[in-house]
């Protein structure tokens, strides 16, 4: 049972563009959000992050949405600069559900930007 | 400063042979978590540490995976007997002391089994 969904394996986005990168999850006690980005052979690194009590986080390039009633969240990257080609990745936990130290992960998505 | 560091970074092993993998956190990170990545696949939970007790370990495969953690530091995760499906990216992450919120993850140690 996935928790956590990136339905989009890939996206290809040209170079300046927006990239517009989007998650769904299913278990309603989540109300924390963060989007992580992965290169080949290294780890994660965070990206951005939202509380359930808002609807947008804003840091620079990158914004994410969150429709809590659709239990949908989407990270926009604009500008989009071929630096961002990459694996992101969507995660989710319950700070308020006594498990706030668990991260559940979608699977995530490509995204390649051309020049 | 320093990230979270993991060693080794790849290891071959051959079936039914113990390994054991490394993790530093980030100095002043009390709660440390490790992560399995197959391929194809997200990052699955198996065990969080908050300081040296591992309060949840219901994400660990089987009996055959173990880890520890001592000093409030590093941590060792280690897998008896391994099977071929035990193949993955290991990783490690830790977070500050305030709990919850993003947790930053080390490089990985990519573990094949033949």
């Known amino acids: 049972d996935q928790q956590v969904k990136q339905n989009s394996p890939s996206l290809s986005v040209q170079e300046g563009r927006i990239s517009i990168l989007n998650c769904d999850y299913t278990n309603s006690m989540f109300d924390y959000f963060l989007w992580y980005k992965k290169y080949p052979a290294e780890g994660p690194t965070f990206l951005i992050s939202i509380s359930s009590i808002k609807d947008k986080n804003e840091d620079g390039r990158f914004t994410v949405f969150l429709n809590k009633s659709a239990k949908h969240l989407s990270l926009h990257i604009v500008p989009s600069q071929p630096g961002d080609s990459a694996v992101y990745f969507c995660?989710?936990?319950?700070?308020?559900?006594?498990?706030?130290?668990?991260?559940?992960f979608g699977k995530g998505t490509l995204l390649t930007v051309n020049p | 400063g320093a990230g979270v560091s993991q060693s080794p970074s790849n290891k071959v092993t051959e079936k039914g042979k113990d390994v054991e993998l490394r993790c530093d956190p980030i100095s002043g990170h009390t709660a440390l978590y490790w992560y399995r990545q197959s391929l194809g696949q997200g990052l699955e939970f198996l065990i969080y540490?908050?300081?040296?007790?591992?309060?949840?370990k219901s994400g660990l495969p089987s009996d055959r995976f173990s880890a520890e953690r001592t000093g409030g530091s590093v941590s060792t995760l280690t897998i008896q007997r391994t099977q071929q499906e035990d193949s993955a990216v290991y990783l490690c992450a830790s977070s500050p002391p305030a709990g919850g919120g993003a947790q930053y993850f080390g490089p990985g140690t990519r573990l094949l089994v033949l």
């Open positions: 540490f908050q300081g040296n007790s591992a309060p949840d």
């Open positions: 995660a989710a936990s319950a700070l308020g559900g006594g498990s706030n130290y668990k991260l559940t």
